[in-house]
């Protein structure tokens, strides 16, 4: 199943593209309700780079723990449009059921200077497909006004 953004947003592309690269910026996004923290590598890099690595993701302020993730980042890039990748998925806790991960978020420059941000989710977990799609739709929402918050200071 899938969960998707389309966000049009009031910053510089460049400005969206070095925010999507930064585990500093996604640890921003998802606080307080996700915690964010490095696995391997011990300490987030300033940019994900190519490759994998883990984190362990926590919830209710690091109270209660979700499990490990595994992050699996590629870039492109196609006419204009900035691509990050991440076909890794959870290892650990109640999101390991998904068996499918793959998340992609865009980014591209709109004629008026402004930013389009695209962002897709594509999930499975067998026939817990629909429960996880759920909670997955729903913290999206939640993404999307983190993201606009923080698209809007850079």
């Known amino acids: 199943m899938r969960v998707q953004l389309r966000l049009e947003v009031d910053c510089p592309t460049d400005a969206a593209w070095d925010a999507l690269r930064s ?4 640890a921003e996004i998802y606080a307080p309700i996700i ?9 987030f890099p300033e940019h994900w780079p190519e490759g994998e ?4 993701l926590s919830t209710l302020m690091g109270i209660i ?6 992050i699996v980042i590629s870039y ?3 006419d204009g449009v900035h691509i990050i990748e991440d076909s890794g998925r959870p290892l650990t806790g109640p999101l ?11 980014v591209s420059a709109l004629p008026d200077g402004r930013t ?3 962002d897709r989710l594509d999930i499975s977990a067998g026939i817990a497909t629909p429960f996880i799609w759920a909670a997955m739709w729903i913290m999206w929402q ?9 698209f809007a200071r850079l």
Do not use: T
């Open 23 to 26: 585990p500093a910026s996604f």
């Open 35 to 43: 915690e964010m923290v490095p696995v391997e590598p011990a300490i």
């Open 53 to 56: 690595a883990r984190v362990a």
């Open 65 to 70: 723990a979700i499990g490990e993730q595994k």
């Open 76 to 78: 492109a890039e196609r």
């Open 96 to 106: 390991s059921v998904i068996s499918r991960w793959r998340h992609r978020m865009a």
């Open 116 to 118: 389009l941000y695209r």
């Open 142 to 150: 939640w993404r999307a006004a983190r993201l606009r918050r923080l």
